[in-house]
């Protein structure tokens, strides 16, 4: 089955804890992303990558890594959380289609800091 | 900072009612996508429009975009309860950059 995973899918932490948040895509997709969901503020983007090894800067970008090593993995990476980052987090890959990517997004991780 | 603003944030409606919900920008895109997202799960796409007046038809759902490619709008005929949800737009830039922007989102809630 097509699908983006994420894992896990609900985590608690203290501030400060580095965290890795996985997400993998079995679809063959080039472009990946990662977005943060807030009530009020919708969906923000907080990295993006257009193939392996190519990764850059969304709107919200503070206080997260990437990384794009393999095609069908991209790990959001916290090294030092904090409450401010608390929320859910969801993972996007997608296929070029006449110059836009068509996503398709995971379950959504739900992240508290402490 | 390129927004775009979706109106109206809530919206509740009796089954066969019809709506339109708006998605604005300042700002040029290269094309605008339409996402669903019901509780507890990612949002899921709708549709893309790419050309500027560009029409989509998807059964009871119309999407448009503007002449300019700052706005677009979906329109649904005769809701039913299992449109509810929340309705996303999302522009995506190539100018220098591959972001998506999305709008705040429309919470549809259709009544039987």
């Known amino acids: 089955?097509?699908?983006?995973?994420?894992?896990?899918?609900?985590?608690?932490?203290?501030?400060?804890?580095?965290?890795?948040v996985t997400c993998s895509q079995n679809m063959n997709h080039e472009y990946m992303?990662?977005?943060?969901?807030?009530?009020?503020?919708?969906?923000?983007?907080?990295?993006?990558?257009?193939?392996?090894e190519v990764t850059d800067k969304g709107?919200?970008?503070?206080g997260y890594k990437v990384s794009r090593k393999e095609k069908r993995n991209f790990p959001l990476i916290l090294e030092s959380p904090s409450p401010n980052q608390t929320s859910l987090y969801f993972?996007?890959?997608?296929?070029?289609?006449?110059?836009?990517?068509?996503?398709?997004?995971?379950?959504?991780?739900?992240?508290?800091?402490? | 900072?390129?927004?775009?603003?979706?109106?109206?944030?809530?919206?509740?409606?009796?089954?066969?009612?019809?709506?339109?919900?708006y998605c604005n920008s300042s700002s040029v895109f290269s094309s605008l996508q339409w996402y669903r997202q019901e509780p507890g799960e990612g949002p899921v796409l709708l549709v893309t429009v790419v050309t500027g007046g560009e029409v989509k038809k998807l059964k009871r759902l119309t999407f448009q975009f503007g002449d300019a490619r700052k706005d677009s709008s979906l329109h649904i005929t005769a809701a039913q309860p299992g449109d509810t949800g929340l309705y996303l737009c999302a522009g995506f830039t190539t100018s220098g950059t591959y972001k998506y922007i999305f709008g705040t989102g429309t919470r549809l809630k259709v009544l039987a």
């Open chain 1, 1 to 20: 089955e097509a699908q983006v995973t994420q894992n896990p899918r609900y985590l608690i932490t203290v501030t400060g804890k580095k965290l890795t």
């Open chain 1, 59 to 62: 709107d919200v970008p503070e």
């Open chain 1, 91 to 114: 993972c996007a890959s997608g296929y070029r289609d006449r110059g836009h990517y068509e996503q398709f997004f995971g379950p959504g991780t739900r992240l508290t800091v402490l």
């Open chain 2, 1 to 21: 900072t390129q927004l775009l603003e979706q109106s109206p944030q809530f919206l509740s409606i009796q089954e066969g009612e019809n709506l339109t919900v």
């Open chain 1, 33 to 52: 992303s990662w977005y943060r969901q807030d009530p009020g503020l919708g969906l923000r983007q907080i990295y993006y990558s257009m193939n392996v």
